[in-house]
């Protein structure tokens, strides 16, 4: 069993950062791809990030929807980072921590964002 853990949510202005975090305790991210999902208001769950294998404290540049974020990881506290910049109002969502490990896909319980105007 797989235990992922977000935290980080809040609400900022447009125009303001945020870092997610995924708390993932005796999981290493030099195996999987971990990914954000994120699901805003009346809207269907998306794919906002991938990020493949890195190893300990490599800096992981995903794959994005918009912008290019950063993730770091750091093994010592087997944490995963999502830094987002300049955000605006369609970045209100909550988000999600993923990882598939054949046949499952195990999940967070969600952060909230919320970007006002």
């Known amino acids: 069993q797989v235990q992922l853990v977000e935290s980080g949510g809040d609400l900022v202005q447009a125009g303001g950062s945020l870092r997610l975090s995924c708390a993932a305790p005796?999981?290493?991210?030099?195996?999987?791809?971990m990914s954000w999902y994120r699901q805003g208001p009346g809207k269907e769950p998306e794919l906002f990030a991938t990020?493949?294998?890195?190893?300990?404290?490599?800096?992981g540049y995903h794959t994005p929807v918009r912008g290019g974020f950063p993730i770091t990881e750091t093994n010592a506290r087997n944490m995963l980072y999502l830094q987002m910049n300049s955000l605006n109002p369609d970045d209100t969502a909550e988000y999600y921590c993923?990882?598939?490990?054949?046949?499952?896909?195990?999940w967070g319980q969600g952060t909230q964002v919320t970007v006002h105007a």
């Open positions: 993923s990882v598939r490990i054949p046949p499952a896909r195990f």
């Open positions: 990020m493949p294998p890195v190893f300990p404290g490599q800096l």
């Open positions: 005796g999981f290493s991210f030099r195996t999987y791809t």
